[in-house]
């Protein structure tokens, strides 16, 4: 079994959390929650949810009428042409980014990793396929940029 390390989005939400818990003032870049308190009619929407039985799991792809909205969405917002059979609905962008590259990626694959990036990258790819080869691009510092004239930045 291959070893995958600890979260550290994880490691650093325990650090806020105890700072917090020890009323230190702290803004949080780790783990990307709001930091409003879910709206009253959403909380209301959920309670409504559960009472009316919907406390079963759902089709893996997610809820049909969700995806028929989101299709909805993108062709009314944006112009974007699809139909609720080929959404997925994840319950996150880490999950989102692991199906993405279970289903795309090989043993063998080479995988450029640009950084900086999201710390999770690199064990979503760890995890999604072994015997991958991941090469390292680091963007350069202030702006990032990718500079096609050099190789390997």
């Not at 650093?12 to 230190?24: A, D, M, T």
């Not at 702290?26 to 009253?40: D, F, M, V, Y």
């Not at 979503?124 to 080869?133: E, H, K, N, R, T």
Request: a positive charge; charged letters at 20%.
């Amino acid at each position: 079994m291959r070893q995958i390390n600890p979260s550290i989005t994880l490691a650093f939400n325990c650090k806020v959390r105890e700072h917090v818990k020890l009323r230190k003032e702290i803004i949080s870049l780790g783990l990307g929650e709001a930091e409003i308190t879910t709206p009253p009619h959403i909380v209301e929407a959920g309670i409504k949810a559960l009472r009316d039985g919907m406390t079963k799991y759902s089709t893996p792809q997610g809820l049909p009428a969700l995806r028929e909205r989101i299709a909805h969405r993108l062709k009314s917002s944006h112009g974007i042409a699809t139909r609720a059979e080929q959404i997925i609905v994840t319950p996150g962008a880490k999950n989102a980014l692991f199906l993405a590259c279970a289903a795309l990626i090989e043993p063998g694959d080479e995988v450029v990793l640009l950084r900086p990036c999201y710390v999770s990258n690199l064990p979503i790819l760890q995890i999604a396929s072994s015997g991958i080869q991941v090469r390292d691009v680091n963007l350069p510092p202030p702006h990032f940029n990718l500079n096609h004239d050099k190789p390997g930045i």
